[in-house]
């Protein structure tokens, strides 16, 4: 049974989600740029911060197999992390199931991945990348739900949940 308590949280949760979405586009729009700081470290620096297997997607544009992730089921309120360096690309409001394996989202937080076109297969791709350390996170589709109608399908090795604190 949802209490009062627990719709009023739910409602405060989405509203300060699109409030927070809102806010980074109106930056953007007004003229003031999103400035995301690089992080830069070598290729040895990152192998010690890293996972061997996070290391070969999030700086090799590796691909982890599907269904492999824990983030699938995650369905708890909170932020979704790049996993290297810690920028927020991801609200749980944006995660649905897109029954592909891996977790998807139908929006990012604005200004905080970078896109570029994937020939590395027969076919052509968009990849995006975190945007303070250049990260691979994953490649987005055009076959989403709204009201983007993008899945930006990541890699569950390539991110970290930070649970909302109750």
């Known amino acids: ?23 980074f586009r109106i930056g ?7 400035k995301i700081e ?13 996972t061997t297997e996070q ?10 197999s ?16 790049c996993a290297a360096c810690k920028l927020p690309l991801f609200l749980s409001a944006y995660k649905f199931d897109s029954g ?7 929006q990012t937080i604005p200004g905080h991945i970078e896109t570029q ?19 691979h996170q994953g490649h987005v589709f055009d076959d989403g739900p709204q009201p983007t109608g993008l899945r930006y399908c990541n890699n569950g090795i390539a991110l970290q949940f930070v649970p909302e604190k109750s």
């Not at 953007?28 to 999103?34: I, K, N, Q, R, S």
């Not at 290391?55 to 982890?64: A, D, F, K």
């Not at 599907?66 to 992390?81: A, C, D, I, K």
């Not at 968009?126 to 250049?134: L, Q």
């Open 100 to 106: 592909t394996g891996w977790p998807s989202f139908f």
């Open 117 to 135: 076109t994937d020939k590395s297969l027969a076919l052509i791709r968009t990849e995006y990348h975190c945007a303070r350390c250049g990260g």
């Open 55 to 64: 290391y070969h997607v999030l700086r090799h544009e590796g691909t982890e």
């Open 38 to 50: 690089p992080i830069v470290h070598s290729d040895e620096e990152w192998r010690k911060l890293l």
């Open 66 to 81: 599907p269904s492999s992730s824990p983030l699938n089921g995650e369905h708890r309120r909170g932020t979704f992390l």
């Open 1 to 23: 049974m949802v209490t009062r308590r627990k719709f009023l949280k739910g409602l405060f949760f989405v509203t300060g989600s699109i409030a927070l979405s809102s806010l």
């Open 28 to 34: 953007a729009v007004m003229g003031e740029p999103l």
